[in-house]
Protein backbone atom coordinates (compact mmCIF):
# COMPACT_ATOMS: atom_id res chain seq x y z
CA UNK A 1 0.00 0.00 0.00
CA UNK A 2 1.08 3.61 -0.31
CA UNK A 3 1.70 6.00 2.20
CA UNK A 4 2.16 9.89 1.85
CA UNK A 5 4.00 11.62 4.75
CA UNK A 6 3.89 15.51 4.97
CA UNK A 7 6.11 15.97 8.51
CA UNK A 8 5.26 19.89 8.54
CA UNK A 9 1.76 19.98 10.43
CA UNK A 10 2.43 24.03 10.36
CA UNK A 11 3.81 26.45 8.44
CA UNK A 12 4.44 30.40 7.99
CA UNK A 13 5.70 32.59 5.79
CA UNK A 14 5.81 36.77 5.46
CA UNK A 15 3.60 37.92 2.29
CA UNK A 16 5.56 38.28 -0.85
CA UNK A 17 8.12 35.83 -0.05
CA UNK A 18 8.51 32.06 -0.99
CA UNK A 19 7.28 28.90 0.92
CA UNK A 20 8.36 25.38 0.17
CA UNK A 21 6.15 22.43 1.97
CA UNK A 22 7.82 19.20 2.08
CA UNK A 23 6.09 15.73 1.35
CA UNK A 24 7.34 11.96 0.97
CA UNK A 25 5.81 8.91 -0.32
CA UNK A 26 6.12 5.15 -0.38
CA UNK A 27 5.52 3.12 -3.49
CA UNK A 28 6.51 0.46 -5.05
CA UNK A 29 4.22 1.23 -8.46
CA UNK A 30 6.48 3.05 -11.17
CA UNK A 31 3.91 4.37 -12.92
CA UNK A 32 1.66 7.29 -10.32
CA UNK A 33 0.39 10.57 -10.16
CA UNK A 34 1.11 13.18 -7.46
CA UNK A 35 -0.84 15.89 -6.36
CA UNK A 36 -1.24 18.86 -3.86
CA UNK A 37 -4.60 20.31 -2.90
CA UNK A 38 -5.21 22.98 -0.67
CA UNK A 39 -8.36 23.22 1.66
CA UNK A 40 -9.09 26.60 2.72
CA UNK A 41 -11.70 27.41 5.86
CA UNK A 42 -14.52 27.00 3.44
CA UNK A 43 -12.67 23.31 3.73
CA UNK A 44 -13.32 22.47 0.21
CA UNK A 45 -10.48 20.55 -1.33
CA UNK A 46 -9.06 22.76 -3.88
CA UNK A 47 -6.49 20.93 -6.74
CA UNK A 48 -3.58 23.09 -6.79
CA UNK A 49 -1.47 21.12 -9.09
CA UNK A 50 -0.70 17.91 -10.74
CA UNK A 51 2.79 15.61 -11.28
CA UNK A 52 3.02 12.65 -13.38
CA UNK A 53 5.29 10.35 -12.39
CA UNK A 54 6.80 9.85 -16.03
CA UNK A 55 7.53 13.19 -16.66
CA UNK A 56 11.16 14.30 -15.22
CA UNK A 57 9.73 18.15 -15.86
CA UNK A 58 8.47 19.80 -12.92
CA UNK A 59 4.98 20.96 -13.02
CA UNK A 60 4.39 24.51 -12.52
CA UNK A 61 0.72 26.54 -12.44
CA UNK A 62 1.85 30.15 -12.17
CA UNK A 63 2.83 31.01 -8.86
CA UNK A 64 2.64 27.30 -7.85
CA UNK A 65 6.15 24.69 -8.89
CA UNK A 66 6.92 21.23 -7.27
CA UNK A 67 10.24 19.74 -7.23
CA UNK A 68 9.81 15.75 -7.72
CA UNK A 69 12.73 13.81 -6.96
CA UNK A 70 11.67 10.27 -8.01
CA UNK A 71 13.99 8.43 -6.89
CA UNK A 72 14.20 10.17 -3.35
CA UNK A 73 10.47 9.89 -3.64
CA UNK A 74 10.28 13.62 -2.45
CA UNK A 75 7.44 15.76 -4.08
CA UNK A 76 7.48 19.49 -2.33
CA UNK A 77 5.52 22.47 -3.35
CA UNK A 78 6.54 25.81 -3.53
CA UNK A 79 4.56 29.01 -3.44
CA UNK A 80 6.31 32.06 -4.70
CA UNK A 81 5.04 35.56 -3.64
CA UNK A 82 2.84 34.31 -1.43
CA UNK A 83 -0.16 35.93 -1.23
CA UNK A 84 -3.04 36.10 1.96
CA UNK A 85 -5.68 33.83 0.34
CA UNK A 86 -3.19 31.13 -0.04
CA UNK A 87 -3.78 30.57 3.52
CA UNK A 88 -5.36 27.18 3.94
CA UNK A 89 -4.07 23.56 4.82
CA UNK A 90 -2.19 21.85 2.16
CA UNK A 91 -2.37 17.88 1.36
CA UNK A 92 -0.24 15.66 -0.55
CA UNK A 93 -1.95 13.23 -2.43
CA UNK A 94 -1.12 10.03 -4.44
CA UNK A 95 -2.88 8.23 -7.04
CA UNK A 96 -1.70 4.81 -8.58
CA UNK A 97 -1.94 5.66 -12.36
CA UNK A 98 -4.57 3.46 -14.61
CA UNK A 99 -4.03 0.18 -15.71
CA UNK A 100 -6.22 -3.22 -16.15
CA UNK A 101 -5.74 -4.24 -12.90
CA UNK A 102 -6.80 -1.22 -10.66
CA UNK A 103 -9.59 0.13 -13.65
CA UNK A 104 -11.90 2.43 -11.90
CA UNK A 105 -10.14 2.01 -8.49
CA UNK A 106 -7.69 4.97 -8.60
CA UNK A 107 -8.40 6.24 -5.17
CA UNK A 108 -6.10 9.31 -3.70
CA UNK A 109 -4.04 8.74 -0.41
CA UNK A 110 -3.46 11.90 1.48
CA UNK A 111 -0.73 13.11 3.41
CA UNK A 112 -1.98 14.43 7.18
CA UNK A 113 -1.50 18.41 5.75
CA UNK A 114 0.51 21.26 6.06
CA UNK A 115 -1.39 24.33 7.68
CA UNK A 116 0.19 27.41 6.29
CA UNK A 117 -0.40 30.75 7.40
CA UNK A 118 0.79 33.86 5.47
CA UNK A 119 1.96 36.88 7.64
CA UNK A 120 0.92 40.20 6.59
CA UNK B 1 -17.94 25.89 -14.93
CA UNK B 2 -19.04 22.00 -13.85
CA UNK B 3 -18.87 20.94 -10.62
CA UNK B 4 -20.02 18.75 -7.76
CA UNK B 5 -22.66 19.65 -5.66
CA UNK B 6 -23.49 18.26 -1.86
CA UNK B 7 -26.34 18.53 0.25
CA UNK B 8 -27.11 19.40 3.14
CA UNK B 9 -23.95 21.45 3.51
CA UNK B 10 -24.54 20.38 7.21
CA UNK B 11 -26.44 17.83 8.82
CA UNK B 12 -26.97 16.94 12.35
CA UNK B 13 -28.27 13.61 13.67
CA UNK B 14 -28.55 11.70 17.00
CA UNK B 15 -26.92 8.42 17.69
CA UNK B 16 -28.23 5.46 16.20
CA UNK B 17 -30.34 7.60 13.18
CA UNK B 18 -29.93 6.62 9.44
CA UNK B 19 -28.10 9.55 7.26
CA UNK B 20 -27.97 9.88 3.75
CA UNK B 21 -26.08 12.17 2.25
CA UNK B 22 -26.15 13.12 -1.05
CA UNK B 23 -24.09 14.56 -4.44
CA UNK B 24 -24.75 15.50 -8.08
CA UNK B 25 -21.50 14.73 -9.81
CA UNK B 26 -20.18 16.24 -12.98
CA UNK B 27 -22.80 14.99 -15.62
CA UNK B 28 -20.21 13.46 -17.90
CA UNK B 29 -18.19 11.63 -15.40
CA UNK B 30 -18.01 7.73 -14.72
CA UNK B 31 -16.43 7.10 -11.71
CA UNK B 32 -17.79 8.02 -8.36
CA UNK B 33 -16.05 8.52 -4.63
CA UNK B 34 -16.62 8.97 -0.94
CA UNK B 35 -14.02 10.56 1.58
CA UNK B 36 -14.23 11.45 4.80
CA UNK B 37 -12.14 13.68 6.97
CA UNK B 38 -12.74 13.32 10.72
CA UNK B 39 -11.92 17.04 12.13
CA UNK B 40 -8.25 18.28 12.63
CA UNK B 41 -6.92 14.70 10.41
CA UNK B 42 -6.64 13.65 7.34
CA UNK B 43 -8.83 12.87 4.00
CA UNK B 44 -9.50 9.16 4.22
CA UNK B 45 -10.66 7.18 1.15
CA UNK B 46 -13.75 5.39 2.10
CA UNK B 47 -15.49 3.99 -1.73
CA UNK B 48 -15.39 4.28 -5.11
CA UNK B 49 -17.96 3.45 -8.02
CA UNK B 50 -17.98 2.66 -11.53
CA UNK B 51 -20.72 1.02 -13.35
CA UNK B 52 -23.06 0.90 -10.93
CA UNK B 53 -21.20 -0.92 -8.55
CA UNK B 54 -18.21 -0.64 -5.52
CA UNK B 55 -14.96 -1.20 -7.14
CA UNK B 56 -13.26 -0.42 -4.17
CA UNK B 57 -13.83 0.12 -0.53
CA UNK B 58 -11.74 1.00 2.38
CA UNK B 59 -11.58 -0.79 5.94
CA UNK B 60 -13.57 2.28 7.20
CA UNK B 61 -16.28 1.13 5.17
CA UNK B 62 -18.69 -1.75 7.02
CA UNK B 63 -22.27 -2.73 6.70
CA UNK B 64 -23.02 0.36 8.21
CA UNK B 65 -22.35 2.42 5.36
CA UNK B 66 -23.95 2.09 1.43
CA UNK B 67 -23.72 3.78 -1.84
CA UNK B 68 -26.14 3.88 -4.38
CA UNK B 69 -26.70 5.94 -7.74
CA UNK B 70 -30.44 5.68 -7.57
CA UNK B 71 -31.44 8.07 -10.59
CA UNK B 72 -28.82 8.30 -13.00
CA UNK B 73 -27.98 11.55 -11.82
CA UNK B 74 -27.57 11.46 -7.75
CA UNK B 75 -24.43 9.47 -6.11
CA UNK B 76 -25.36 8.91 -2.51
CA UNK B 77 -23.66 7.16 0.87
CA UNK B 78 -25.97 6.11 3.59
CA UNK B 79 -25.04 5.45 7.27
CA UNK B 80 -27.63 3.01 8.48
CA UNK B 81 -27.00 3.13 12.44
CA UNK B 82 -24.74 6.61 13.23
CA UNK B 83 -22.20 6.39 15.92
CA UNK B 84 -20.58 9.30 17.53
CA UNK B 85 -17.44 8.73 15.47
CA UNK B 86 -18.90 9.26 12.30
CA UNK B 87 -18.74 12.61 12.81
CA UNK B 88 -16.60 14.37 10.47
CA UNK B 89 -17.04 16.15 6.89
CA UNK B 90 -18.01 13.58 4.10
CA UNK B 91 -16.86 14.38 0.51
CA UNK B 92 -17.63 13.45 -2.84
CA UNK B 93 -15.68 13.46 -6.23
CA UNK B 94 -16.60 12.65 -9.57
CA UNK B 95 -14.15 12.16 -12.32
CA UNK B 96 -14.12 11.13 -16.04
CA UNK B 97 -11.55 8.95 -17.83
CA UNK B 98 -9.45 11.37 -18.28
CA UNK B 99 -9.26 13.76 -15.86
CA UNK B 100 -8.58 14.19 -11.92
CA UNK B 101 -11.32 13.97 -9.19
CA UNK B 102 -13.12 16.94 -8.65
CA UNK B 103 -14.55 17.79 -5.03
CA UNK B 104 -17.52 18.75 -3.45
CA UNK B 105 -17.70 21.16 -1.01
CA UNK B 106 -18.15 18.51 1.57
CA UNK B 107 -21.32 18.00 3.75
CA UNK B 108 -20.21 18.41 7.87
CA UNK B 109 -21.83 15.16 9.57
CA UNK B 110 -22.67 15.74 13.55
CA UNK B 111 -23.39 12.73 15.47
CA UNK B 112 -25.02 13.37 19.14
Known amino acids: AQTVTQSQPEMSVQEAETVTLSCTYD???????LFWYKQPPSRQMILVIR??????QNATENRFSVNFQKAAKSFSLKISDSQLGDAAMYFC?????????????????FGTGTRLTIIP | EPEVTQTPSHQVTQMGQEVILRCVPISNHLYFYWYRQILGQKVEFLVSFYNNEISEKSEIFDDQFSVERPDGSNFTLKIRSTKLEDSAMYFC??????????FGQGTRLTVV
Open chain 1, 27 to 33: TSESDYY
Open chain 1, 51 to 56: QEAYKQ
Open chain 2, 93 to 102: ASRAMNTEAF
Open chain 1, 93 to 109: AYRSAWSISNFGNEKLT
